[in-house]
C-alpha cells in the first residue's frame, strides 16, 4: 500500500524513452538474472523471462496477456514471519479492481480458505440431490459440503445428531460457517 499512488503515476502513458522510474520516484536496483532493474521499494521483487505474449484485442484497453517464467524472487525480510513465509498482514497488498479502483488486503478484508492441496473432495455432484438443489444452500455451501473427502456414512449421522441440539436448517447454515460439513451434512439430510 506504501507505493500504490507511485505505482500509479509510473502506469501513465509516458513517450517512449522518458524513465519512469525517474517520473515516479522509485528507485532501480540490478537484477541477478535479467537485464531490466527492479524497483528497490517493492517488498516483494520478482526477475522472469518473458515466454510469451498475447493481445487480447485491438480496441483501447484491451492490453496483453504476459506469459512468464520466474527465474528469481526477491523477499524483504521484513515482511516475512517467523516461519520465513510471507506474513499476509505486513506485505500490505493492494489488488487492482477496475477502472480507478483498487482494494487493500488488511484484516477488514481477508479470509483463509483451506486448499484441497493433498486431499480430494468428494464434488458437488456425489451429495444427494436433494442438497445439491436445495434453495436454502449457496454456491460456497455446496463447495464446503463437497470439499468433504467422505460422504458421511448412515453410522456417521446418527453418532453427530445425537450430540446436537434440535437439528434446524440454521443450525446447519450456522456449522458451514464455521467449516464443519460433517455436522451440517447429518443436519441437513434429516431436514431437507
Known amino acids: 500500500y506504501d507505493m500504490v499512488h507511485q505505482m500509479s503515476l509510473a502506469s501513465s502513458p509516458f513517450e517512449a524513452g522518458v524513465d519512469e522510474f525517474e517520473k515516479s520516484g522509485f528507485t532501480p536496483i540490478a537484477s541477478d538474472t535479467i537485464r531490466p532493474f527492479r524497483v528497490k521499494e517493492s517488498p516483494v521483487q520478482i526477475e522472469c523471462k518473458v515466454l510469451e505474449v498475447k493481445e487480447l484485442g485491438q480496441n483501447g484497453g484491451a492490453g496483453n496477456l504476459v506469459i512468464c517464467e520466474v527465474q528469481k524472487i526477491h523477499i524483504a525480510e521484513e515482511v ?50 436433494k442438497i ?9 455451501d455446496l463447495g464446503i459440503l463437497g470439499n468433504m473427502e467422505s460422504i458421511p456414512t448412515a453410522e456417521d449421522i446418527k453418532r453427530d445428531l445425537s450430540v446436537m441440539d434440535t437439528p434446524s436448517f440454521s443450525l446447519a447454515k450456522d456449522l458451514l460457517s464455521q467449516n464443519k460439513p460433517q455436522r451440517a451434512y447429518a443436519i441437513l439430510m434429516q431436514v431437507l
Open 132 to 140: 445439491r438443489t436445495s434453495s436454502h444452500l449457496t454456491g460456497n
Open 80 to 129: 516475512l514471519d517467523k516461519n520465513q513465509m510471507v506474513d499476509q498482514q505486513k506485505i500490505d497488498l493492494v489488488s487492482r479492481m477496475g477502472g480507478n479502483w483498487y482494494c487493500r488486503a488488511n484484516d477488514a478484508s481477508m479470509f483463509e480458505v483451506d486448499k484441497p492441496i493433498t486431499t480430494i473432495g468428494v464434488g458437488v455432484d456425489a451429495l444427494p440431490e
